[in-house]
Structure formats: C-alpha cells, structure tokens
C-alpha cells in the first residue's frame, strides 16, 4: 500500500516571491547543528530580507487615530522561557505575550473607533506594543471577517505598509481547517513580521458594509527577540559541523545552491521559531513548481505552514 503523501500550503504570494527571486535553486547540504549561545553577526551585503518586502508598499494607513496599547515590559522569567537550541529542533526565536484588552471578539469590538473616510469607507486601528521587541507580530483570531475588508500592518513612523485583504486571511484559515487542524490555532491568522516594538494595524470596510460582520480579537502578541535588521543574531554553528560539511561561502561554485536557501520564522501560540529551508526546481520542464523543502521538526501542520515568512539572501 502506498503512503499518502502530505503537503503543507502556503501563502499564494510566499511562491510568487520565490519564483521572482530564486528560479534557479537545485539543492543544497544539511546544514550543522547548532550548539552553543555565541552570537553570529551577518555583514550588511548580507542581510535577510523577508518575502514580505515583496509584498510592501510605500504608504500610509487611512485611520487618523488608533487605539493605543501598551504591554508592561516582559518579565526576567517571561525572557527565560526562550527554549535553548538543540538539535533536531527549531531555534525559538521569540515568545507570546497575551493582550488582555483583546482577548476577544467582544472587548476588541469595543477597542476599535471607527472613522468614516470621505470616499464611504469605514477604518478601525490599533496600535500594540511589547517594550524591547526587535520584532513584533499580532495573532488574529478570526470568527468572521468579509473577503472585502482589507487590513494593513505598519511599524509606526515608518512609510512602508503591507496589505492584505479579507478573501486572503479567510482562505488561510479555510486550509487550516480542511486539513484537519482544530482549535483557536487554525482559526488565527499572524500578520507579517513588523520591526521594531510597535505594530500598528487597521481594518477598513468598504461602503455600506455592517461593522457587525468584523468578529475579531487579537488575543496573543509574538515577542521577537531578534529580527532581520539584527542580522538574526543567533546561535553560531562554527566549530560543531562534521567533517563531511563543507561551507559554502567558502566555495564559489555553490552560488545557485546558496541563493536557495531561506531562513523561516513561523508562529504559535507558544511563540516564534526559527528555521532553514531550501528551494527545489523540479523536473518537468514544462512547470515551475516552487518546492520548498524543510524539516518535519521545524514545520509539521498546515496551520504554521500559514505564518510562514521566508528570509532570502
């Protein structure tokens, strides 16, 4: 009897960065364990950037004014919770913080003063912030949210926005929920990763729309204690690979094997975690689908396949 073959979906704009930025990947190497503390700095020629700048705009949210709210600064013991690299496990990267304003979809209704724009929408914002985050992410449970909605995410002060839509988020949680995933998990949808220790967000309703059909809260804030502007300062691995692994800044024939690899971070309600993945061409020359090849410790349900954020280059 054959065995099923399980296949984890990701965002439709995670494959169309790909195909953009890397049409040329074959494979690469098993990266060595990790195991030690010490940080790795990267070189700024060397700095990530995420899949969601393919998706950024320049701009500006339309709301005028936002709810404002502010986490007490984490604890000594919330920051100890950050588990310690191992190997066969993903590098925990950040930790939840919940936001008693916004446990749910009554008190977040009530957080939220919505504004009418001259052209007949209707925005709602909100701004959050974890002191001392290098990064930040809002957790989205959703109950029911219009495909038309459009939300948008912007670290305050910054003119770079992104944006998505309602269909978006909803089909998200559609996967999540076909591929058998239950629970509060597979019902939350994780903006993109915001730097810095604010994140502003808005919801606009186009005209007409009954504010009554937004059920949302933002119960759970993802503290990142790291961020691809710190170069992802992490554990180095120098001095623990094999003898069989070989570095590939040292080769310059690896340039395609090395432009393949991507560093992730995904989310739960436990926190954010770290990974590597690698981009596979397949064989059908008459296809380009953009395989993406990880380890089952790292990502192994659809639902944190669907806070996936890729870190390329």
Not at 98 to 115: I, P, R
Request: proline letters at 6%; one cysteine or more.
């Amino acid at each position: 009897m054959s065995r099923a073959r399980r296949v984890l979906v990701v965002p439709a704009h995670f494959f169309l960065f790909i195909l953009m930025a890397c049409t040329a990947a074959l494979a690469a190497r098993a990266a060595p364990a990790t195991a030690s503390w010490r940080p790795r700095r990267i070189a700024p020629h060397m700095q990530s950037t995420p899949t969601s700048a393919g998706l950024a705009r320049r701009g500006h949210l339309r709301a005028s004014r936002a709810r404002d709210i502010r986490l007490a600064p984490p604890s000594v013991e919330k920051s100890a919770q950050l588990a310690p690299p191992r190997n066969a496990a993903p590098l925990q990267v950040g930790f939840t913080r919940a936001v008693a304003q916004l446990q749910d979809a009554g008190t977040t209704a009530a957080s939220l003063e919505w504004q009418a724009l001259a052209d007949g929408a209707q925005v709602a914002g909100l701004r959050l912030t974890s002191p001392g985050a290098a990064a930040i992410r809002a957790g989205i449970r959703v109950t029911r949210l219009p495909d038309a909605a459009i939300l948008r995410f912007q670290r305050p002060g910054d003119d770079t926005l992104f944006e998505t839509t309602g269909r978006e988020v909803n089909a998200a949680i559609a996967r999540n929920v076909a591929a058998g995933d239950r629970g509060d998990a597979a019902h939350t949808w994780w903006s993109p990763v915001i730097e810095g220790e604010s994140i502003a967000l808005e919801i606009e309703l186009a005209r007409g729309t009954d504010r009554g059909a937004v059920r949302i809260a933002v119960p759970l804030l993802s503290h990142l204690v790291t961020s691809a502007a710190r170069g992802f300062d992490t554990p180095t691995p120098i001095g623990f690979s094999g003898a069989c692994e070989v570095d590939a800044m040292c080769n310059s024939g690896w340039t395609d094997q090395k432009n393949a690899v991507a560093q992730m971070v995904y989310s739960d309600e436990t926190g954010s975690y770290m990974c590597t993945g690698t981009l596979l061409a397949d064989v059908d020359a008459t296809s380009s689908l953009p395989y993406f090849l990880s380890a089952n410790h790292c990502i192994d349900s659809q639902t944190l396949a669907s806070t996936l954020v890729t870190y390329w280059f």
